[in-house]
T-cell receptor, first 114, second 112 residues
């Protein structure tokens, strides 16, 4: 099956710093990747849709200047949480869509902002 | 009303039981239906993918879609303790953006 990786799997940072999370499709090309956020015991909340070579499309209520998304190649998308605050602490998950329009998810990144 | 409704559980069954997980939805434009399994603190793993109405079987798993009733199901036969996880239904209309709309997930515990 298709494999999507995320790095890092866990990060702890101080308030005010920026954190970058990478999402890679390892064995297929993904023109579209998605970024989700998940709070404990809740379902996934779509944050943004990332298209290779173009600007990301953000969901309503998601601050695009705070959550910077770059999709520079067909196998890599990055999410940068800028000036992170404790309320940004969450589980961030990416997915990559293959040519059959199936989404495969990464293992997630747990962000803790102190 | 949410677009996708799913009983959050928890659902506890003995090992070997048949498990039935369900979702209802309100958007008749949904054409693609998926079931994901998520272990604690891990990303969702695609289990079943179905287009339109009908049944699909893969090993111990069977997915059913009834578009007329806007109702989808996942059956797990001979359930195992390793099946203990949260099961998320997801669906989309297959449009250009292909956004998935998720249910809240059902927490399943299979007791040995």
């Amino acid at each position: 099956g298709a494999v999507v990786s995320q790095h890092p799997s866990r990060v702890i940072c101080k308030s005010g710093t920026s954190v970058k999370i990478e999402c890679r499709s390892l064995d297929f090309q993904a023109t579209t990747m998605f970024w989700y956020r998940q709070f404990p015991k809740q379902s996934l909340m779509l944050m943004a849709t990332s298209n290779e070579g173009s600007k990301a499309t953000y969901e309503q209520g998601v601050e695009k200047d705070k959550f910077l998304i770059n999709h520079a190649s067909l196998t890599l998308s990055t999410l940068t949480v800028t000036s992170a605050h404790p309320e940004d602490s969450s589980f961030y998950i990416c997915s990559a869509r293959d040519l059959a329009y199936t989404q495969y998810f990464g293992p997630g990144t747990r962000l803790t902002v102190l | 009303q949410k677009e996708v409704e799913q009983d959050p559980g928890p659902l506890s069954v003995p090992e070997g039981a048949i498990v039935s997980l369900n979702c209802t939805y309100s958007n008749s434009a949904f054409q693609y239906f998926m079931w994901y399994r998520q272990y604690s603190r891990k990303g969702p793993e695609l289990l079943m993918y179905t287009y339109s109405s009908g049944n699909k079987e893969d090993g111990r798993f069977t997915a059913q879609v009834d578009k007329s009733s806007k109702y989808i199901s996942l059956f797990i036969r001979d359930s195992q303790p390793s099946d203990s996880a949260t099961y998320l239904c997801a669906m989309s209309n297959g449009g250009a953006t292909n956004k998935l709309i998720f249910g809240t997930g059902t927490l399943l515990a299979v007791q040995p």
